[in-house]
């Protein structure tokens, strides 16, 4: 604690009172980067040059001496001691379809529910860092909105706040023409109708509607926090210009402000055709953002506080096929993570030595969500969620946590 | 020996080099006595025809992504996705008679040699040409112009102009000798990039003249629909090259579904070309130039090059061969059954198959 505290001093007035309120109080936050159709772990984490499924790509050293990442990484490999690699991912899941939502819900043992994705899970077991803010903010490519089908069985109010293209929400401005004594008394009355409403109808509903509402108005009160024009021009060349970085580096302006869970999407790395093209120019816009946000978390003290996975639904298989692609692979690949519990430094996982498959067990996603739950001091197998009676592990009860990559 | 007259409508695979690893790129030696093939083991591979004997040169410390013959001397030139190039004399060496370590600030994608055998030409990532002497290797000159990864070269017959093709579309004309950028060929539309696309996606991929200049081939495809699994429609412009203008666009009947990474003109100006598919077989397209739809095709795995023998009826193709375990996933699959994808060097006769002959 005296640690903390202490570090505290030297970072003074850079720190927004909201950062320096949440290290005090140890606040645990989060940062997914979701690679949505499948990063290549010979492309990235795991380079393997001599294997005879190794791409054309250099291996570059890393800050860890022995440790290697594909060229493409060269930023995170000058930060490789503060993260830790799974190397030996083993997942069962080969499709897109029921991949995505079994790596992001943790795929407890099946009770017939819908269980919550990872952010809207956070959100229910933490509540807000902040209780001006939502929990759960969701940057993604595309529309925004709030996306309520993420909290699963969660009341809806769970769900993501999602800024499509990393636009905040649309009317996040109060018109001119509304005074803050009008905008009070509309609420008002929209809460009245809403109890009414209630009364007869699915509460989950109404909540969703509430808790928009309530978004909406905290959003309102805190706007600054989406304005870009306030973002320096060297932390987005830093972040990189493209959409990833330009929405990690705003996930970074988000969690700084109190967000509990950020998550940011890139889509298209399903690189069945052209992979090695594709990579050289997918890689290096995850590289890059990812980099930038575990050193500035790392700077502002928030690091050891903050949870950032990087991840997607499967890693991609080490034949290369006719298209020169790679194919889905979710038997032997990689994730990265880092702070919060998180060992720094640790690539772990024992492959086969052209690295198609793990030697060993490896580790499924229960095995990661204990992590992850907890890192974030969360008690992943005594915890239950409750639902229509029926309590519900948040995690698969035959995983435990990954305690080689946990402080 | 009589030449037997060409027939493409009744081409067939007289021979078949099988090797264990993928093969991207394949070559005849300028008097055909030998095949020279690179890919995903990083050697150059040469086989003797008539022997039936093959070496590799080792050296390369990556992917090989290139391979040219000198037209005149026994010299083989090949270079690597980490911007090396090395020249062999392959016949009687397996050590390198020289090497460009830095040739391009990334991969080097195409080579080419001059007519005369004066300069062998390189490009690649960086999207500098650079011109260097055959006989040591020195750089002689960079040509300066492209905004992107230039993916293919191309002489011309007279050996006066160099052409250049690059990621955005752009075709570049170069004159050989003071180096000079004459014009640029718009084939803009071998390149995809929409809004929600996180890359670039295609490019021209392969460039060929016609044996009396007039016309210039690019090949590449246009409308991909992702960046993902770059599906696209392969497509050939055929240029004027008087004019610099689009006379046809080419297409195919299959569905590959992959860019035309070789096109090579025969004799007749029958234009022939390669693509690729995911997963299934693809096929070898031949164009009368002046009709958009193939007036022949034979199928055949993905192929990713072409090379015409100098008797001129025979043509060779890296095709890729799968290993059994392609696809999602390794339900069932042991590190002991799970096999590298292969490929066959396969070796088409463009004429009537003589009765009795076997195939491969």
């Known amino acids: 604690m005296l640690g903390n505290l202490g570090g505290l001093v030297g970072f003074g007035s850079l720190l927004h009172p909201s950062i320096a309120k949440q290290i005090e109080e140890k606040q645990k936050q989060v940062c997914l980067i979701w690679l949505d159709g499948g990063i290549s772990q010979y492309e990235s984490w795991h380079p393997l040059p001599e294997s005879k499924f190794a791409g054309p790509f250099r291996s570059i050293k890393t800050s860890i001496p022995g440790i290697h990442f594909s060229e493409l990484l060269p930023n995170t490999a000058k930060i490789a001691h503060k993260i830790s690699v799974i190397r030996t991912m083993a997942t069962k899941d080969p499709n897109h379809s029921t991949g995505v939502p079994r790596m992001q819900r943790g795929d407890p043992l099946d009770r017939g529910v819908d269980y919550p994705y990872l952010g809207s899970a956070v959100a229910k077991l933490l509540g807000p860092a902040e209780p001006e803010l939502p929990p759960y903010v969701w940057i993604k490519p595309g529309n925004g909105g709030f996306i309520h089908r993420e909290a699963g069985f969660l009341d809806a109010r769970y769900g993501a706040l999602a800024l499509g293209d990393g636009r905040p929400p649309v009317h996040i401005h109060r018109p001119d023409g509304v005074t803050a004594e009008l905008d009070a008394a509309r609420n008002a009355l929209r809460q009245k109708a809403n109890e009414r409403f209630r009364a007869y109808r699915n509460t989950s509903d109404v909540d969703a509607y509430e808790t928009s509402y309530d978004m909406a108005r905290k959003l309102m009160a805190r706007k600054e926090i989406f304005d870009d024009e306030k973002l320096d021009p060297k932390d987005r060349e830093r972040y990189g210009l493209h959409p990833l970085g330009r929405h990690v580096l705003q996930a970074r302006q988000l969690l700084e402000a109190g967000v509990r869970f950020v998550k940011v999407n890139s889509y298209h790395w399903d690189t069945h055709g052209d992979n090695f093209n594709m990579s050289q120019r997918l890689v290096p816009q995850a590289d890059q953002p990812f980099a930038a946000l575990i050193n500035d978390l790392d700077d502002r003290g928030m690091l050891d506080n903050t949870l950032v996975v990087m991840m997607s639904e499967f890693g991609r298989t080490p034949l290369i096929n006719s298209r020169l692609g790679r194919d889905h692979w979710p038997d032997c690949w990689s994730i990265a993570l880092a702070g919060c519990g998180i060992k720094r430094g640790a690539i772990i996982g024992d492959t086969t030595k052209d690295g198609a498959f793990v030697n060993g067990e490896g580790y499924d996603v229960g095995h990661l969500f204990h992590t992850i739950f907890s890192v974030l001091g969360i008690q992943s197998h005594r915890q239950k969620y409750r639902h229509k009676g029926q309590k519900l592990s948040i995690a698969n009860d035959d995983c435990e946590p990954i305690k080689e990559v946990m402080l | ?360």
């Open chain 2, 1 to 360: 020996m009589s030449v037997p007259p060409l027939d493409v409508t009744k081409a067939w695979p007289s021979l078949e080099l099988e090797h264990g690893r993928q093969l991207f790129r394949a070559q005849f030696s300028p008097d055909g006595h030998w095949v020279a093939a690179g890919g995903q083991d990083k050697l150059v591979h040469v086989w003797e025809l008539e022997k039936n004997e093959k070496k590799s040169l080792d050296g390369h410390k990556t992917w090989v992504s290139s391979l040219v013959f000198h037209p005149k001397e026994k010299k083989l030139f090949s270079a690597d996705y980490q911007g090396v190039i090395r020249c062999w004399n392959y016949e009687k060496s397996d050590k390198p008679v020289w090497t460009i370590d830095e040739a391009d600030g990334d991969n080097v994608r195409a080579l080419v040699v001059t007519a005369d055998g004066k300069y062998l030409i390189s490009a690649g990532d960086d999207a500098v040409i650079k011109v260097w002497q055959t006989r040591n290797g020195k750089l002689a000159t960079k040509l300066e112009g492209h905004q992107e990864c230039i993916f293919s070269l191309a002489v011309s017959p007279d050996g006066k102009h160099l052409v250049s093709g690059d990621l955005y579309g752009s075709v570049r004309q170069w004159s050989i000798g003071d180096w000079k950028q004459i014009r640029e060929l718009d084939a803009k539309l071998l390149h995809t990039r929409k809004e929600n696309f996180i890359a670039d996606v295609g490019g021209v991929r392969s460039l060929a003249f016609s044996g009396d200049g007039k016309l210039l081939a690019v090949g590449g495809m246009k409308e991909a629909k992702s960046n993902a699994f770059c599906p696209g429609k392969p497509t050939v412009l055929i240029f004027d090259w008087a004019t610099g203008k689009v006379k046809n666009e080419l297409k195919i009947k299959g569905k590959s579904d992959g860019p035309f990474n070789a096109l090579r003109f025969l004799e007749d100006n029958t234009l022939v070309g390669h693509t690729e598919i995911l997963h299934t077989a693809s096929e070898l397209t031949f164009w009368k130039i002046d009709q958009p739809e193939p007036m022949h095709s034979i199928k055949n795995g993905s192929g990713y090059d072409l090379s015409l023998h100098p008797d001129k009826r025979q043509l060779l193709v890296p095709t890729y061969v799968p290993g059994g375990s392609s696809g999602n996933g390794g339900r069932g699959k042991t590190p002991e059954n799970y096999l590298s994808n292969t490929s066959v060097l396969r070796i088409f006769s463009l004429f009537a198959k003589p009765e009795g002959k076997k195939e491969g």
